[in-house]
């Protein structure tokens, strides 16, 4: 086994920090109303997983990340093919894609809760406007960055365009798809649970507003922790994926 | 399975360098000469003359400025581009990436599986077949570059620098068992290398090519016997006349640098009609 020693010491990191977190939480006056503690925490989870309460607001922030995150794939892929492939398109669309990226996307949360209402399509297009702009760049940068010998080789034996696509072009982008959705997890969920907080009738982002409305330091914490779990299992699963999927890299860690 | 050779022809070609309009000049000009069927010619050239680009437009891949390229099996004449580097999809095994030859030539996917591994075990890499590039020699990647050529079964081999990247000895062994490829099959060659020696061990014909732009100078005839040996044939008798007539062409006179008188490489543009 490769790197138990590091691994043991990343989970005593986390032991301290929860045994920090209690003792401040319990010993210094006034601290537990405002970080609460870990055990008020877990007995939280416990109560809210077998209430159901957990799973009602787990579902749609989820629904909102992953539904985010495949549509701004979707989108940004396909515009950053239509950019790197077409000069014309590039030099329309640059400036627009260059504002958009320095526009402050949380802003468009209160924008996008009037135009798509308070249930889900509000948060994920929200999560789409964030996501869609680094997996364009990431899909132009990948596309720019494709051996050109093995774009002559596939010419020189007539590929059609269908094939030269199929064969070199998205298996040259699948690293740089995969560190996309590395990165646009985080952001995703950023969009999905601004758009909660913004206006929201469920959700972990809507749990944190409503615990804090009623002075529930403890379940704002728990939603927060749970938003946490969420983004590390999510990076995590796309992990297993990648090391299939780039296994003929020979990569360290592949073995495990 | 479509004819093993055909004759090239190439006439008048000019090709300009990409994305320069008008200001920069062609990188190749006025460019005649022709390629019998199974013959072997040698381009050779100083650095940046316009070799690589001229085998590009008669493969296909660059446009062309002005003249023609006529292969004599027609549009649908084959060739097999073999560059300097192995140019293997990373992410597919060996035999993947011969799947692909096999694939883009017509055969069924249920066929391709093995005829890739014959060719694996013809070109000495039946063992290596379920391999990534990554983790194959620069001598077997090459020697898997030169099956995935042989795989789409072309007509003639346009070799762009194909054995410059490899070490002395991996060489001797990938130019050896090209060679043998060719005494089986009978491919017309052309052959682009900056390597001089190795065009005059390879070749019938060496054509030598000036810079900027790029021009045949003078056409130099090999005549030695086949089979050759991409090693023993240097020692072979009349190997160092035609080699120095090589380097006479390219401008170079007994005992001294560049001539440039004429005769060289800035000298009258003869054309290599066979």
Not at chain 1, 103 to 131: D, E, N, Q, T
Not at chain 2, 66 to 76: D, F, H, I, M, Y
Not at chain 2, 109 to 115: E, F, Y
Request: one cysteine or more.
């Amino acid at each position: 086994m490769r790197g138990a020693v590091p691994r043991a010491a990343s989970w005593g990191l986390a032991a301290l920090l929860v045994a920090g977190w209690q003792a401040a939480g319990s010993a210094v006056p006034g601290a537990r109303a405002l970080v609460s503690t870990p055990v008020l925490v877990a007995r939280r989870i416990v109560e809210i997983a077998g209430n159901g309460v957990l799973w009602h607001n787990l579902v749609p922030t989820l629904e909102e990340t992953v539904g985010g995150l495949a549509l701004g794939l979707v989108v940004g892929v396909a515009g950053g093919v239509l950019m790197a492939r077409s000069r014309f398109a590039a030099t329309v669309l640059d400036p627009y894609v260059v504002g958009i990226n320095g526009l402050p996307r949380v802003a468009l949360g209160p924008f996008f809760v009037v135009w798509f209402g308070i249930g889900i399509l509000s948060k994920v297009m929200l999560a789409v406007s964030i996501v869609f702009v680094v997996v364009l760049f990431n899909t132009r940068e990948g596309i720019a960055s494709i051996d050109a010998d093995l774009v002559d080789v596939l010419r020189s034996m007539r590929a059609s365009r269908w094939q030269m696509l199929r064969t070199v072009v998205l298996p040259s982008l699948v690293p740089w798809l995969l560190a996309s959705i590395k990165i646009g997890i985080g952001l995703a969920l950023t969009g999905a649970v601004v758009g909660e907080l913004v206006g929201a009738s469920a959700g972990l982002g809507w749990y944190i507003t409503n615990s804090l409305n009623i002075i529930d330091m403890t379940g704002a914490v728990t939603a927060l922790l749970v938003m946490g779990v969420l983004a590390m299992a999510m990076y995590y699963a796309v992990l297993i994926v990648e090391r299939r999927l780039l296994a003929w890299r020979g990569e360290p860690g592949a073995g495990h | 399975m479509s004819a093993r050779r055909a004759s090239v022809s190439v006439r008048e070609v000019s090709v300009r360098y990409p994305g320069a309009a008008g200001e920069a000049g062609p990188a190749v000009e006025g460019v005649s000469f022709a390629v019998e069927a199974g013959e072997f010619v040698a381009i050779v050239g100083p650095s940046g003359c316009g070799k690589s680009t001229l085998l590009k437009a008669i493969a296909g891949l660059v446009p062309l400025a002005a003249g023609e390229v006529t292969l004599s099996g027609g549009a649908e004449t084959r060739v097999g581009f073999v560059f300097q580097s192995d140019a293997l999809l990373p992410w597919r095994t060996a035999s993947g990436n011969i799947e692909v030859a096999l694939r883009l030539s017509g055969e069924r996917a249920t066929a391709a599986k093995g005829r890739a591994r014959a060719l694996l075990e013809r070109v000495g890499l039946g063992e290596a077949s379920e391999k990534f590039p990554g983790q194959l020699s620069g001598g077997m990647r090459k020697r898997v570059a030169l099956a995935r050529a042989l795989a789409y079964d072309p007509a003639v081999f346009l070799m762009d620098e194909s054995f410059t990247a490899l070490d002395a000895q991996t060489r001797i062994q990938v130019g050896n068992f090209f060679l043998e490829i060719l005494a089986q099959s009978g491919q017309t060659v052309l052959f682009v290398t900056h390597d001089i020696e190795e065009a005059v061990t390879l070749a019938d014909r060496v054509l030598v090519m000036s810079r900027g732009p790029g021009r045949i100078v003078r056409t130099i005839e090999v005549g030695l016997a086949r089979p050759r040996d991409y090693y023993a044939s240097r020692f072979a008798s009349g190997f160092k006349e035609r080699q120095q007539a090589v380097w006479d062409a390219l401008g170079y006179s007994h005992g001294g640098g560049a001539a440039g008188g004429s005769g060289g490489v800035r000298g009258c543009v003869m054309r290599g009609w066979a």
